[in-house]
């Protein structure tokens, strides 16, 4: 990627004291933090410049990350953050040319993750209930990851059941992802990962629980992550005082072959008999 800013690009100014601020460059307008400048005047500024605004304050300007990008971006409901992205597309196993399904689309802020990680010979295909919702996701897609010709939104109740078979990674970001394994079970292949991300243990434990009690699905595993940073200034090396803790957690399990799924049921029936 050319490391010169151009028009349409998606940028963080930085501030002296590490407030960042994302703004997009569109020819024509001004940027306002503290102070204006004109978007035109920093195409061709590389990344990296402090660059100042009309106060005489200096901003760092750099193309964000998808970890600065995803707590600012523009949204009508929460997003998930960076911290439960890396382990959902890790514990996921989302590689180039997946088939994915993200079941709640939110923001769009785990669907651009995932259309990252499908690269431009995967696909996505999202479900997602509320019409703003989808809009806002369509909208922040085309603003911060651009053209997705292999990416759908469908607005419509998943529950009800999906279009697609044989998909390869299946992620449910809802209230009740264990009412949904049924439709999930017939839209996934074997050995394919479902991902679900509930953030109550109430949530958990039914979510847990309802794939416990199918035959077609194994290997589950649940977990959350915490991120604490640390402060390094000279002599004074320190955890921050505040940390992201509990956001949700994040439910794990693989769709089993007919034969093992069979197999499976009879012995988790031996197994009930002799409780």
């Known amino acids: 990627m050319d490391s010169h800013l151009k028009e349409n690009d998606a940028v963080i100014f930085i501030d002296r004291k590490g ?74 196993d989302v590689f180039p040319g997946a088939t994915v399904i993200e079941g709640g689309t939110g923001a769009g802020a785990l669907t651009i993750a995932l259309l990252r990680a499908v690269g431009p010979a995967g696909r996505v295909t999202s479900y997602e209930l509320r019409e703003d919702f989808a809009d806002a996701a369509r909208k922040n897609v085309a603003a911060f990851f651009g053209d997705a010709p292999n990416w759908t939104i469908k607005v419509r109740d998943l529950y009800a059941g999906f279009d697609e078979t044989g998909v390869d990674r299946m992620f449910l970001d809802l209230a009740e992802p264990g009412r949904a394994l049924g439709v999930v079970a017939a839209a996934l292949r074997p050995g394919a990962v479902l991902v679900c991300y509930v953030p109550t243990a109430v949530q958990l434990k039914d979510t847990v629980e309802a794939i416990q009690a199918r035959s077609d699905f194994g290997e589950i595993e649940s977990f959350e992550t915490l991120l604490r940073h640390w402060q390094v200034k000279g002599m004074s090396v320190r955890p921050h005082f505040r940390m992201i803790a509990h956001s949700a957690f994040i439910i794990v399990s693989r769709k089993l072959a007919a034969a093992d799924a069979s197999s499976l049921g009879t012995l988790n029936q031996a197994n009930n008999s002799r409780l």
Request: net charge positive; proline share 7%.
């Open 19 to 92: 407030r960042r601020y994302l703004k997009m460059l569109r020819a024509g307008k001004k940027l306002l933090i503290r102070g204006e400048m004109r978007a035109d005047d920093l195409f061709g500024v590389e990344e990296g410049s402090r660059v100042k605004f009309s106060t005489g304050e200096a901003f760092l300007v750099l193309r964000p990350t998808y970890a600065d990008l995803i707590p600012h971006l523009p949204r009508a409901s929460q997003v998930i953050y960076p911290k439960d992205t890396g382990p959902l597309l890790v514990w996921g």
